[in-house]
């Protein structure tokens, strides 16, 4: 099992740049997370995914944000433009609800740095 | 809506000495609760999980938590730390599989294991 994956592992953009974070889910799992971490905020969870539909997109803190997971095995997170506020580690976890012994396995974030 | 706190933002412990990080959570229904590690430039692994059963859980790499369900605690423990220890400690709740095991986060605590 190869965990959860996440690319890029690191971004560096310029404001009003888009940019997309990847994550492909362990196989199997039925639920993705969208997680972000700042030190500010700590971790927060911006939106989640129960069989590719999204179930709850209030944490994605404005319309710049946006999530897609076309299957199951791939979402993405998009912000468009970016701003410098948005630096931060996202990341994506993914669990397989029908077990409670399947907590949340979370990827090793991709961190985003927008100057 | 469930929370948590973790009281200490940071707790520096000298090698093979104890360390107990503190968390406190509230909610309105019953919840499972999970301590989570963040190494460096890493994301996030279960250290141990309370589901149900003895309030008195044990982990990976010697670490143990209680449930106390009157002081809605989880504290979480490890009786001789190494210097491999050091890292970001986060106890998380969640209301089970009904929400894919959607993780509500503490502020997390800093480990500091000095020599």
């Given at each position: 099992d190869a965990g959860v994956i996440q690319s890029p592992r690191h971004e560096v953009t310029e404001m009003g740049q888009e940019v997309t974070l990847r994550c492909k889910p362990i196989s199997g799992h039925d639920y993705l997370f969208w997680y972000r971490q700042t030190m500010m905020r700590g971790l927060e969870l911006l939106i989640y995914f129960n069989n590719n539909v999204p179930?709850?997109?209030?944490?994605?803190?404005?319309?710049r944000f946006s999530a897609k997971m076309p299957n199951a095995s791939f979402s993405t997170l998009k912000i468009q433009p970016s701003e410098p506020r948005d630096s931060a580690v996202y990341f994506c976890a993914s669990s397989f609800?029908?077990?409670?012994?399947?907590?949340l396995h979370f990827g090793n974030g991709t961190r985003l740095t927008v100057t | 809506a469930q929370s948590v706190t973790q009281l200490d933002s940071q707790v520096p412990v000298f090698e093979e000495a104890p360390v107990e990080l503190r968390c406190n959570y509230s909610s309105s229904v019953s919840v499972y609760l999970f301590w989570y590690v963040q190494y460096p430039n890493q994301g996030l692994q279960l250290l141990l999980k309370y589901l149900?059963?003895?309030?008195l859980v044990k982990g990976i790499n010697g670490f143990e938590a209680e449930f106390n369900k009157s002081q809605t605690s989880f504290h979480l423990r490890k009786p001789s730390v190494h210097i491999s220890d050091t890292a970001e400690y986060f106890c998380a709740v969640s209301v089970g599989k009904?929400?894919?095991?959607k993780l509500t986060f503490g502020g997390g605590t800093r480990v500091l294991v000095k020599p």
């Open positions: 179930i709850d997109d209030s944490g994605m803190p404005e319309d609800a029908s077990s409670y012994n399947s907590p | 149900s059963g003895s309030t009904a929400a894919g095991n």
